[in-house]
């Protein structure tokens, strides 16, 4: 116990000198720093520093109680103030002479700036602030870039999307249009129809009215069929429902009709006549007898009855073909080279007289030009289904 206490005591008594002994040294070396005025920025450095170390060491309680750690680190915060303090006083005496040797150059400088500060305070803009100015403006003008840069996308964007949208505007107005033009004409077509049927109803009424007028207003007399057996043999009650005077007699030539003219025509007023004549005259006459004779026929009409309308039907053709059907003795020597050469003659003369020609020729011949079969009894004379196409094509004229 006696030996630590001394150790102890010991301790304390070197604590209390190394204090002393600071407290010596620093408030020297504090007023030897503090009149030397220096200006250069490492001198000023290093006086800051050497005051807070002091202070610091100013502000470390002297009664503590020290172990040996704490006595050998104050030995060595007293060693690096005292290096610290020498090696402030060799810089300061180097910035001295640094000044006494540059005084002639120094004396009309301000040392407070250097060249680069006063010239950059001469032109009120620091380098700094240029840098920064230089750092902002990149900056301003990037986030400007990128404003743009977004304006314009989304511009770019808006464009693409009105044009979609006039796109979609103009396909869809187009098709509503064509709709509507389809539905129009629809429409129109459909009423133009009906109106077009309604009339072709009408007009067919109208017909069948001014027929059934007409027919009312036939007289016995008006309408006269005047030929041969072809004639004579046709049922005017099957296939007419208005009175036709019969003039038809079988056997009946061209010079038969010329010669009977008075009691098969001028005895009646008739407004049309129908003439069909000179199948029986081919068995002995050539073919421009018979059209003379036609043709003096239609004359002595004219002269005696002119309002009367004349229709001239074309000889009817025959068929001497071998088929069982045919009675040769019937047709004889008739042959249709002759009735197309006098049918010919017929047409050229009605055309040159205004006279109406029938060609009946063409309605019931067959492909050769012979008479079809189910057109005829014996290859001269008619059947019904031929007397029915026959009224079929006079109908046309008679009303």
Request: aromatic content about 8%.
């Given at each position: 116990?006696?030996?630590?206490?001394?150790?102890?005591?010991?301790?304390?008594?070197?604590?209390?000198?190394?204090?002393?002994?600071?407290?010596?040294?620093?408030?020297?070396?504090?007023?030897?720093?503090?009149?030397?005025?220096?200006?250069?920025?490492?001198?000023?450095?290093?006086?800051?520093?050497?005051?807070?170390?002091?202070?610091?060491?100013?502000?470390?309680?002297?009664?503590?109680?020290?172990?040996?750690?704490?006595?050998?680190?104050?030995?060595?915060?007293?060693?690096?103030?005292?290096?610290?303090?020498?090696?402030?006083?060799?810089?300061?005496?180097?910035?001295?002479?640094?000044?006494?040797?540059?005084?002639?150059?120094?004396?009309?400088?301000?040392?407070?700036?250097?060249?680069?500060?006063?010239?950059?305070?001469?032109?009120?803009?620091?380098?700094?602030?240029?840098?920064?100015?230089?750092?902002?403006?990149?900056?301003?003008?990037?986030?400007?870039?990128?404003?743009?840069?977004?304006?314009?996308?989304?511009?770019?964007?808006?464009?693409?999307?009105m044009k979609k949208v006039n796109f979609v505007l103009?396909?869809?107005?187009?098709?509503?249009?064509?709709?509507?033009?389809?539905?129009?004409?629809?429409?129109?077509?459909?009423?133009?129809?009906?109106?077009?049927?309604?009339?072709?109803?009408?007009?067919?009424?109208?017909?069948?009215?001014?027929?059934?007028?007409?027919?009312?207003?036939?007289?016995?007399?008006?309408?006269?069929?005047?030929?041969?057996?072809?004639?004579?043999?046709?049922?005017?009650?099957?296939?007419?429902?208005?009175?036709?005077?019969?003039?038809?007699?079988?056997?009946?030539?061209?010079?038969?009709?010329?010669?009977?003219?008075?009691?098969?025509?001028?005895?009646?007023?008739?407004?049309?006549?129908?003439?069909?004549?000179?199948?029986?005259?081919?068995?002995?006459?050539?073919?421009?007898?018979?059209?003379?004779?036609?043709?003096?026929?239609?004359?002595?009409?004219?002269?005696?009855?002119?309002?009367?309308?004349?229709?001239?039907?074309?000889?009817?053709?025959?068929?001497?073909?071998?088929?069982?059907?045919?009675?040769?003795?019937?047709?004889?020597?008739?042959?249709?080279?002759?009735?197309?050469?006098?049918?010919?003659?017929?047409?050229?003369?009605?055309?040159?007289?205004?006279?109406?020609?029938?060609?009946?020729?063409?309605?019931?011949?067959?492909?050769?030009?012979?008479?079809?079969?189910?057109?005829?009894?014996?290859?001269?004379?008619?059947?019904?289904?031929?007397?029915?196409?026959?009224?079929?094509?006079?109908?046309?004229?008679?009303?």
């Amino acid at each position: 116990m006696a030996n630590n206490t001394s150790n102890i005591k010991k301790n304390t008594s070197r604590t209390t000198r190394s204090g002393n002994s600071s407290k010596d040294v620093v408030p020297k070396r504090n007023s030897s720093t503090t009149t030397r005025k220096v200006n250069d920025k490492e001198s000023t450095i290093s006086k800051t520093s050497i005051d807070e170390v002091l202070e610091k060491a100013r502000r470390a309680p002297v009664n503590k109680r020290t172990t040996p750690k704490d006595e050998v680190k104050k030995d060595n915060f007293t060693r690096t103030t005292t290096s610290t303090s020498k090696t402030v006083t060799k810089r300061s005496g180097t910035t001295n002479s640094r000044v006494n040797k540059n005084k002639a150059f120094y004396d009309d400088e301000d040392l407070s700036l250097t060249r680069q500060q006063k010239f950059n305070f001469d032109s009120n803009i620091l380098e700094d602030a240029k840098e920064d100015k230089k750092i902002d403006k990149n900056k301003i003008k990037e986030e400007s870039s990128k404003k743009t840069n977004s304006k314009s996308i989304k511009l770019k964007h808006k464009k693409v999307v009105m044009k979609k949208v006039n796109f979609v505007l103009l396909v869809s107005s187009l098709i509503g249009l064509l709709l509507l033009i389809l539905l129009f004409d629809i429409y129109h077509f459909s009423t133009y129809n009906h109106s077009k049927a309604t009339e072709k109803q009408l007009k067919k009424q109208v017909v069948k009215l001014q027929k059934k007028q007409q027919i009312l207003n036939i007289k016995y007399g008006d309408i006269i069929y005047l030929g041969d057996s072809i004639t004579e043999y046709y049922n005017f009650n099957r296939y007419y429902n208005y009175p036709i005077v019969k003039s038809g007699i079988s056997g009946y030539k061209t010079d038969d009709i010329l010669n009977n003219l008075d009691s098969m025509v001028f005895k009646y007023e008739p407004k049309k006549i129908f003439l069909l004549i000179g199948t029986n005259d081919l068995v002995k006459k050539d073919p421009s007898y018979i059209i003379d004779n036609i043709k003096t026929i239609v004359e002595k009409i004219k002269e005696k009855k002119p309002n009367t309308k004349m229709y001239i039907q074309s000889i009817y053709p025959v068929n001497n073909t071998d088929n069982e059907k045919i009675s040769h003795k019937m047709v004889k020597n008739r042959n249709n080279e002759d009735i197309i050469e006098i049918n010919k003659g017929i047409k050229s003369y009605c055309d040159e007289n205004d006279i109406t020609y029938i060609d009946m020729y063409k309605e019931l011949s067959d492909k050769e030009g012979n008479l079809k079969l189910e057109y005829t009894i014996e290859g001269l004379h008619m059947s019904d289904e031929a007397y029915e196409v026959i009224s079929k094509k006079l109908k046309r004229y008679v009303l």
